[in-house]
């Protein structure tokens, strides 16, 4: 199982970007899906989180900004970041919950990171 994430880069404040993050291999199910990010000096943490339902969940520094959505089609998660700051500027990553079979449990699986940089 691979995770694959995409559409960092370089925005200006109050820009936006959409990054995604598709889950390919042998994938029997996936439950929750997030991303998380990492700034120099900080600590690793939980930008949005997304069940299976549809259900989501939002840091609180990210609220009414961020959007995370997900097409369970294409395995894929979503998070579409608007009106960004400088303090956005982090790697991101994506994570989900797969289980490979019927009988296997969930296990946490990670992306690479991509990396967002909001500065003029």
């Known amino acids: 199982v691979q995770l694959q994430a995409s559409g960092g880069g370089l925005v200006q404040p109050g820009g936006s970007l959409r990054l995604s993050c598709a889950a390919s291999g042998s994938i029997f199910s996936i439950s929750d899906m997030g991303w998380y990010r990492q700034a120099p000096g900080k600590q690793h943490e939980l930008v949005a989180a997304?069940?299976?339902?549809?259900?989501?969940n939002y840091a609180d520094s990210v609220k009414g900004r961020f959007t995370i959505s997900r097409d369970n089609t294409k395995n894929t998660v979503y998070l579409q970041m608007s009106s960004l700051k400088p303090e956005d500027t982090a790697v991101y990553y994506c994570n989900a919950e797969i289980r490979t079979g019927w009988r296997t449990p969930f296990y946490v699986h990670w992306g690479q990171g991509t990396l967002v940089t909001v500065s003029s």
């Open positions: 997304i069940t299976s339902g549809g259900s989501t």
